[in-house]
Structures are given as structure tokens and as C-alpha cells.
């Protein structure tokens, strides 16, 4: 699945998307978590759901329309099919594992650096670590869940598009409902609170469906390339 990904990967979209994007977003963590507190966490991975949307104009970019030539070559081989099934699943795995990276190591720095936050209110401050190890680790999850749920959805609708301007657009959008739930949804249930485990629920079932409809989407239209659909 590795080999079949980085067939369409070049070395730059790799030192960008596996190094320099997720160390950056990191480094914004650490240095608006001495300002904000925890609350500094929902910042990095709401810039992940930009970039990601973005970045896949350089992979799959336009795959789902109907002219895209970036794949044409796979029609000549009877594990063409295969390859490209492989690629989407991998890059799939590749954004949940690169936001549970940011994340993890975002909250290990923030929790250090936090104390010059003090001038903050509580509520920013201690945003996720106000509640119980277990809860802790919920909230945790659920914005790892919802930042890749929402860059799944956004690279997804992209991919109807060949332009960078649509990326940019749907990648905004995305941020900004991304960063909204991931600040709101938590408050609106009284979190600290065993609910949280309720908002990792629905992040998974979404994340997971949204993640089948967006491989499938784009293996219906590289088959249907065969007969020029």
C-alpha cells in the first residue's frame, strides 16, 4: 500500500506534507499555547485541514472530473486498478496519523509552556485538561477525529475541481467549521464530562463514512475513465 502511494507522491510533496507542514504546525502550537493555553491545540489542527485540502491539488488533484489526465497511465496494467485503490486508502491512513502526530505532540509542548498564559481565563487555559485522564484523552481524540474528518471531506469535494482557487475556498471553508466545532461542541455539552466520549462517537462514524464515500467516489471515476465517463 506504501509502494503504490508514493508512485504518486514526488520527493518535495514528501519533505512538505510528512516534515515541514507537520513540524510548523507544531511550532504554532507551542508558541500561541504560551498565549492561550490548551485552547492553542484547536489552532494547528484547523490549519492541518487547510493545508491538507490544499496539498492534494499535488496528488489527486481533479481526479474526480471528467477530463483528468493524471492517471491515464494506469489503464495500460491489470493492477492499475489495484495501485490506485492502495493509494487513496494509504493517503487516507496518512491524514488521521499525521493529525493524531500534530496533535500529540502539540499537547505535550503546550503543557509546558502554558504557564505564560496566566493573564487568559481558565476556561481557555485549561481547556482540555480540565477534565479527568480519561476525558482528557476523549477531547483529545475528538479533535484528532474531527480535523481528520474534516480535511477527509474537504479533499473529497475538491477533487470534483482541477483549480487551486477551488482547493483554497473549500479549504477555508472546511477550517473555519473545523475550528467551530472543535471549540463549541465540546462547551455546549459541559465538558468536563463523560458526553465527550458521545462527540468521538459521531467524529469516528464520520470520519469513517466520509473516508469510504471519498475512495469509492474516486475509484468510480477512474473505472469510468475505461469508457470515457
Same mark, same amino acid.
Given at each position: 500500500?506504501l509502494r503504490?502511494?508514493t508512485?504518486?507522491t514526488?520527493?518535495?510533496?514528501r519533505?512538505a506534507?510528512?516534515?515541514?507542514?507537520?513540524?510548523?504546525l507544531?511550532?504554532?502550537?507551542?508558541?500561541?499555547?504560551?498565549?492561550i493555553?490548551?485552547l492553542?491545540?484547536? *489552532?494547528?489542527?484547523m490549519?492541518?485541514v $487547510?493545508?491538507?485540502? !490544499? /496539498?492534494?491539488s499535488?496528488? &489527486?488533484?481533479?481526479?474526480?472530473?471528467k477530463?483528468?489526465?493524471?492517471i491515464?497511465y494506469?489503464?495500460?496494467?491489470?493492477r492499475?486498478?489495484a495501485?490506485?485503490?492502495?493509494?487513496?486508502?494509504?493517503?487516507?491512513i496518512?491524514k488521521?496519523?499525521t493529525?493524531?502526530?500534530?496533535a500529540?505532540?502539540?499537547?505535550?509542548?503546550?503543557?509546558r509552556v502554558?504557564?505564560?498564559a496566566a493573564?487568559?481565563?481558565a476556561?481557555?487555559?485549561?481547556?482540555i485538561s480540565?477534565?479527568?485522564t480519561?476525558q482528557?484523552?476523549? *477531547?483529545?481524540?475528538?479533535?484528532?477525529l $474531527?480535523s481528520?474528518s !474534516? /480535511?477527509?471531506?474537504?479533499t &473529497?469535494l475538491s477533487?470534483?475541481?482541477?483549480?487551486?482557487?477551488?482547493?483554497m475556498?473549500?479549504?477555508?471553508g472546511t477550517?473555519m467549521?473545523a475550528g467551530l466545532a472543535?471549540?463549541?461542541c465540546?462547551?455546549l455539552?459541559?465538558?468536563?464530562s463523560n458526553?465527550?466520549?458521545?462527540?468521538?462517537?459521531?467524529?469516528?462514524?464520520?470520519g469513517g463514512?466520509?473516508?469510504?464515500v471519498?475512495?469509492?467516489a474516486?475509484?468510480?471515476?477512474?473505472?469510468?475513465?475505461y469508457?470515457?465517463?
Amino acid at each position: 500500500m506504501l509502494r503504490s502511494y508514493t508512485v504518486f507522491t514526488s520527493i518535495p510533496y514528501r519533505i512538505a506534507v510528512w516534515g515541514l507542514i507537520p513540524a510548523g504546525l507544531v511550532a504554532v502550537a507551542a508558541w500561541s499555547g504560551s498565549k492561550i493555553g490548551d485552547l492553542a491545540l484547536v *489552532l494547528p489542527l484547523m490549519i492541518l485541514v $487547510l493545508t491538507e485540502v !490544499f /496539498s492534494d491539488s499535488w496528488l &489527486f488533484g481533479g481526479i474526480q472530473t471528467k477530463d483528468s489526465e493524471k492517471i491515464d497511465y494506469l489503464k495500460c496494467s491489470g493492477r492499475g486498478m489495484a495501485v490506485m485503490s492502495n493509494a487513496l486508502t494509504a493517503d487516507m491512513i496518512r491524514k488521521l496519523f499525521t493529525a493524531l502526530a500534530v496533535a500529540s505532540v502539540s499537547y505535550f509542548l503546550i503543557g509546558r509552556v502554558k504557564g505564560g498564559a496566566a493573564a487568559m481565563p481558565a476556561l481557555a487555559i485549561n481547556f482540555i485538561s480540565a477534565g479527568e485522564t480519561a476525558q482528557e484523552i476523549g *477531547l483529545l481524540g475528538y479533535l484528532v477525529l $474531527l480535523s481528520y474528518s !474534516f /480535511s477527509v471531506l474537504g479533499t &473529497f469535494l475538491s477533487r470534483y475541481g482541477s483549480t487551486v482557487y477551488i482547493n483554497m475556498m473549500l479549504g477555508y471553508g472546511t477550517m473555519m467549521l473545523a475550528g467551530l466545532a472543535g471549540i463549541y461542541c465540546p462547551m455546549l455539552l459541559g465538558y468536563p464530562s463523560n458526553s465527550v466520549f458521545l462527540l468521538d462517537l459521531l467524529a469516528a462514524a464520520a470520519g469513517g463514512g466520509i473516508s469510504i464515500v471519498a475512495v469509492r467516489a474516486a475509484m468510480k471515476k477512474v473505472k469510468g475513465g475505461y469508457y470515457d465517463e
